[in-house]
């Protein structure tokens, strides 16, 4: 029987009681946020690099010696499956010159030698072997180590601290309780990766991050019925932490998801996992979106296609055709960038001009500029009352 995910002791998304928007409001956000290398660069060091990110299915390196390759913003690491059952992660950097010391995942590896001079090194980043090592600084070698990165899993997710360790606290503590626990009703550990596609867009990250933040896109682009469009109006839109999350009800269904309160059934559910993933949760499967930066103008886009196990024919027909349509209509947006880039250096893009209903970008950016400054992300909710769960 395939799982079936409920809202149980969650908080009502829905509801006489549950406000539409946070009392963010209207903005506006300078074009050059997405253009301005120097603000790239710093964007690297100070968001990016401190924050938790993912970076593959735990199933995808399941056993002592698997070991995964991902490289993204400047910065290329080796993810390694211990003996004990937990991870290590450290760069793919070799201390001898500089050269990446692993090209692509594998399985069952006991050490990792780079090719360019066969320096190598043990599962955790050690260097275990260098050859003529009494022509070196003894004191040089001693105790060397490709430097370390923490790493954790979690929603059948591993995560990384790509700037290395002690820089984002526990991942635990990362993502809103609220969120994650909202996100946990899916039971992501619970499935498996079906299909993973990639584009690479001449857009900055920030522009993939946005799109897939606010569905007031949705009645044009993606040509959504008027009913639809109507029904639409009846979202929610929330943030916590350094996230956002929002909920616009399946098609047709509104007044199930008014009578039974249960979002989880009825409603498209999106989380924005800051810094650069968005997972969209639904009953029936799930996808993730994940903005990968190359430079400042260009960007590895993501989309992860995750569905419960089962060899039951209906569910996977279903899943099938669903899949294929959202292939589909992510390709829209994709194609809606090249619009984007078209114009990224044009001088009469200056700014952009957001509404209320956009207020989950408002917020995303907001957090970002709180860490260049050298803050955490954290503290810039706005007060909201408390919301009991109904039904």
């Known amino acids: 029987m395939v799982f079936s995910p409920t809202r149980g002791d969650l908080p009502a998304r829905f509801g006489p009681d549950v406000p ?18 120097q603000r790239y660069e710093l964007e690297r060091t100070h968001v990016l690099n401190r924050s938790w990110q993912l970076i593959c299915r735990s199933e995808q390196i399941p056993h002592p010696g698997d070991y995964h390759v991902w490289e993204g913003q400047g910065e290329s690491i080796v993810i390694t499956r211990r003996k004990d059952g937990g991870l290590t992660a450290f760069h793919n950097v070799c201390q001898h010159r500089g050269a990446r010391i692993v090209t692509e995942s594998g399985t069952e590896a006991r050490r990792f030698t780079c090719r360019w001079h066969n320096w190598a090194y043990d599962i955790e980043g050690k260097v275990i072997g260098v050859p003529d090592r009494h022509d070196f600084d003894q004191e040089a070698l001693s105790g060397l180590c490709a430097p370390g990165l923490d790493v954790d899993e979690w929603g059948g997710w591993v995560w990384a601290v790509l700037g290395g360790r002690s820089l984002a606290g526990p ?42 933040s606010e569905y007031y896109h949705a009645q044009a682009l993606h040509q959504m019925p008027a009913q639809d469009v109507k029904d639409s109006r009846h979202s929610t839109m929330s943030v916590y932490g350094r996230n956002g999350m929002y909920f616009v009800p399946f098609l047709g269904v509104l007044d199930e998801l008014q009578r039974t309160l249960d979002h989880t059934a009825y409603a498209i559910c999106n989380y924005s996992l800051f810094p650069t993933t968005v997972a969209n949760c639904q009953a029936l499967h799930t996808q993730i979106f994940r903005a990968v930066p190359l430079s400042v103008d260009k960007t590895r886009f993501e989309a992860w296609e995750l569905r419960y196990d089962s060899d039951d024919p209906d569910y996977l027909g279903k899943v099938d055709f669903m899949w294929a349509i959202y292939k589909q209509v992510v390709q829209q947006d994709i194609d809606e960038w090249a619009d984007v880039a078209a114009v990224k250096r044009s001088s009469a893009y200056r700014q952009n001009i957001l509404s209320q209903r956009e207020c989950i970008i408002t917020h995303f950016h907001r957090v970002c500029q709180d860490m260049l400054a050298g803050g955490d992300g954290l503290g810039l909710e706005p007060e909201r009352a408390e919301v009991t769960a109904q039904g």
């Open 20 to 37: 539409g928007v946070p009392p963010i409001g209207p903005s506006t956000l300078n074009a050059d946020i997405y253009r301005d290398p």
């Open 171 to 212: 991942l635990a503590d990362w993502i809103a309780p609220e969120v994650k626990a909202d996100i946990e009703a899916f039971r992501m550990q619970d499935m498996k990766l079906v299909e993973k596609v990639e584009w690479e867009v001449d857009v900055n990250w920030k522009v993939a991050v946005d799109a897939f």
